[in-house]
């Protein structure tokens, strides 16, 4: 079974440039997630989406942050503009049952912000 | 105070130590316990999976959830220098999004 692929891996831009991260989850997960990890913390959920409709999206700051699922399969993480404070690494998770909280992971998408 | 409370560390062991890792909790409605292990430049990986309270067992880790004590536990035997990442436990209740608390390193030393 395929884990959850996302992209790119790196990204290095400039303050204010603007930046798009991809996720495909794993076949069938109905549940996908974007979670911010900031270096030395957890993962902190920017949002969820239960097949292509969200379900929360109360930490995303939505000045900035823009985030679909246009069909219900792979997911788009936007940043525009990009700040200094969001150099993290963004991790796409998915989960098969939205009641359970067994969530999968990608291998995340380190950005850095100069 | 966080939802989720776990000491960063690190926490150094030598080779064949147990190690006890443990989270705090405060929401109550939390029923789903996990423990995540993440390994550097690398996504979480799930280890354990709990649902409310008791222990559970899988080869060398054990997870104990008590849940009047809002605490869990993760315990590894036998601990091998493979077993060094950061382990994260987070936690998931009724429509409340999945919590995470911030890791704690580990460190097994040959």
């Known amino acids: 079974e395929a884990g959850v692929a996302q992209s790119p891996r790196y990204k290095i831009i400039e303050k204010r440039q603007s930046v798009a991260f991809w996720c495909n989850p794993i076949s069938g997960h109905a549940t996908l997630y974007w979670y911010q990890q900031i270096l030395g913390q957890g993962p902190k959920l920017l949002i969820q989406?239960?097949?292509?409709?969200?379900?929360?999206d109360s930490q995303l700051p939505k000045d900035r942050f823009s985030a679909e699922r246009l069909k219900g399969v792979d997911s788009t993480l936007k940043i525009q503009p990009a700040k200094l404070e969001d150099s993290a690494v963004y991790l796409c998770a998915s989960s098969g049952t939205s009641g359970s909280g067994e969530l999968f992971f990608g291998e995340g998408s380190r950005l850095t912000v100069l | 105070q966080k939802e989720v409370e776990q000491d960063p560390g690190p926490l150094s062991v030598p080779e064949g130590a147990i190690v006890s890792l443990n989270c705090t909790y405060s929401n109550s409605a939390f029923q789903y316990f996990m423990w995540y292990r993440q390994y550097s430049r690398k996504g979480p990986e799930l280890l354990m999976y709990t649902y409310s309270s008791g222990n559970k067992e899988d080869g060398r880790f054990t997870a104990q959830v008590d849940k009047s004590s809002k605490y869990i536990s993760l315990f590894i035997r036998d601990s091998q220098p493979s077993d060094s990442a950061t382990y994260l436990c987070?936690?998931?209740?009724?429509?409340?999004?999945?919590?995470f608390g911030r890791g704690t390193s580990l460190i097994v030393h040959p």
């Open positions: 989406f239960q097949n292509n409709g969200v379900v929360d």
């Open positions: 987070a936690m998931k209740g009724g429509s409340y999004i999945p919590t």
